[in-house]
């Protein structure tokens, strides 16, 4: 079954210091893609990182990073230096190729609080 | 995003009563889907479109129909609303073919008496 599992509810961090959120999926395809999406208390769906399923290199956006472990099937975010408005709600993703279309398959999501 | 707009924003229906979600994209692209969210869980596939009259179930179709007869366009209706369908709903809109890009509308939150 495909599936997205994100174990932390809710985690929280002191400002500046860096922390990672945990993505563990299940596929059994071998080409498929894994996201990052933040959603802020004002509801949007911001698109933070992708790494491809035949990326080699753990993928980097600015503060994000992404560690991939395929062997594993994690795809752990870090976020390097939080700062107050990385507060908010956390989504890993998966893309898979069915009927014709790529699908997003979410975890429940993690709740990230960062402290002053 | 700029590009995937949704209306409305907020809307609240009484059991049983029918409407139709609006979501419009000046993007230009092929495939458009309808995801809701419902608290503790992450967003699910209602339906998708893989271009102007084509559209296909998601996870959770039950409850809605979807048509497309515009690029532009891709309306999700509720026929006889439940008070199981209150939950955000997403348009999201993304190129044809393998590509990471997928824009997001605002969301429209839905509640249903």
């Known amino acids: 079954a495909q599936k997205i599992t994100q174990t932390q509810p809710g985690m929280f961090v002191q400002e500046k210091e860096a922390v990672t959120l945990d993505c563990t999926y299940d596929t059994s395809d071998q080409s498929y893609g894994l996201f990052w999406y933040k959603q802020p208390s004002s509801g949007e769906m911001i698109f933070l990182i992708y790494?491809?399923?035949?990326?080699?290199q753990n993928a980097t956006e600015g503060r994000y990073s992404l560690n991939f472990q395929k062997a594993r099937k994690s795809a752990n975010l870090v976020i390097s230096a939080s700062q107050l408005g990385d507060s908010a709600m956390y989504f890993c993703?998966?893309?898979?190729?069915?009927?014709?279309?790529?699908?997003?398959?979410f975890g429940a999501g993690t709740r990230l609080a960062v402290h002053p | 995003n700029a590009g995937v707009t949704q209306t409305p924003k907020f809307q609240v229906l009484k059991t049983g009563q029918s409407m139709t979600l609006q979501c419009a994209q000046d993007?230009?692209?092929?495939?458009m889907s309808w995801y809701r969210q419902d608290p503790g869980m992450g967003l699910r596939l209602i339906h998708y479109?893989?271009?102007?009259?084509?559209?296909d179930q998601g996870e959770v179709p039950n409850g809605y129909n979807v048509s497309r007869s515009t690029t532009e366009d891709f309306p999700l209706r509720l026929l006889s609303a439940a008070p199981s369908q209150t939950s955000v709903y997403f348009c999201a809109v993304r190129p044809r073919g393998w590509s990471y890009e997928q824009y997001f509308g605002p969301g429209t939150r839905l509640t249903v008496t």
């Open positions: 790494q491809g399923s035949y990326d080699e």
């Open positions: 479109s893989v271009g102007a009259g084509i559209t």
């Open positions: 993703a998966m893309s898979i190729f069915s009927g014709g279309y790529n699908k997003l398959i």
């Open positions: 993007m230009n692209h092929e495939y």
